[in-house]
């Protein structure tokens, strides 16, 4: 993915050299490293990984689920505090993943103790079972467990 961004950044810049301008402009090196984005991509089948933009793009996927998510959850713990009666059920559950390397595991437990109403409070030592404290067991649980699927789903895009 860097051999892929660094040679279309050389792109650009061969692209701004040959434009033959008294002054360089930086629309003149966009449009080289859009032309350059082109030429990648007709020939990435040859460099034996995935487009480089195709992971950039899953990162920016990754982001605006987290985005979502955290203001799906913020909502849900602002009605339960909002409420007049504390009306709520805190436990403790497991969840076992599918992921595998160290970065992996590690986005997933952050992702999760940064959306408000779950706490991962343990991380198994073999990484694949995570101990996850719930605000409300009866509500949040399933909604925490489908946004954990859909942060593993989204870490594997970026990772793999």
């Given at each position: 993915m860097a051999g892929q961004f660094i040679l279309n950044l050389f792109i650009a810049a061969l692209w701004l050299l040959l434009q033959d301008e008294i002054t360089p402009k930086f629309t003149t090196f966009l449009m080289g490293f859009i032309v350059g984005i082109g030429i990648l991509y007709a020939m990435h089948r040859f460099y034996g990984t995935q487009f480089y933009l195709r992971r950039v793009f899953s990162i920016f996927k990754l982001m605006m689920l987290f985005i979502w998510?955290?203001?799906?959850?913020s909502y849900s713990v602002l009605k339960q505090i909002t409420t007049p009666k504390l009306n709520i059920t805190p436990g403790i559950f497991t969840y076992k993943t599918e992921l595998k390397g160290d970065w992996e595991i590690t986005a997933l437990a952050l992702l999760l103790t940064l959306t408000p109403g779950s706490v991962v409070m343990e991380?198994?030592?073999?990484?694949?079972?995570?101990?996850?404290?719930?605000?409300?067991?009866?509500?949040?649980?399933?909604?925490?467990?489908?946004s954990i699927g859909k942060f593993e789903q989204a870490i594997m895009e970026v990772t793999r």
């Open positions: 998510e955290l203001l799906l959850s991380v198994s030592e073999e990484g694949d079972l995570f101990y996850i404290h719930a605000m409300d067991m009866e509500e949040s649980k399933d909604a925490v467990i489908r």
